[in-house]
């Protein structure tokens, strides 16, 4: 199961490849982070969420 890139819990999976959440990209990268619901909607833009990935 995936787990958020940010707060590190794990996210709950609806249905097959839909994660309740988001999967933001690095500029230039291909990997992909998953983030939760929650941390979604504290970090408004994609910038916000990449600056709390490390
Ligand atoms: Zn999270």
Redesign the pocket.
């Known amino acids: 199961m995936a787990k ?1 890139a ?2 590190g ?1 794990k996210i709950a999976e609806l249905f097959l490849e839909k994660l309740k959440g988001t999967i933001v990209k690095k500029p230039g990268k291909s990997k992909q982070y998953p ?2 619901f ?2 979604q909607k504290k970090f408004k833009s994609n910038e916000e969420l990449l600056k709390e990935i490390k």
């Open positions: 958020c940010i707060c819990k983030v939760c929650e941390c």
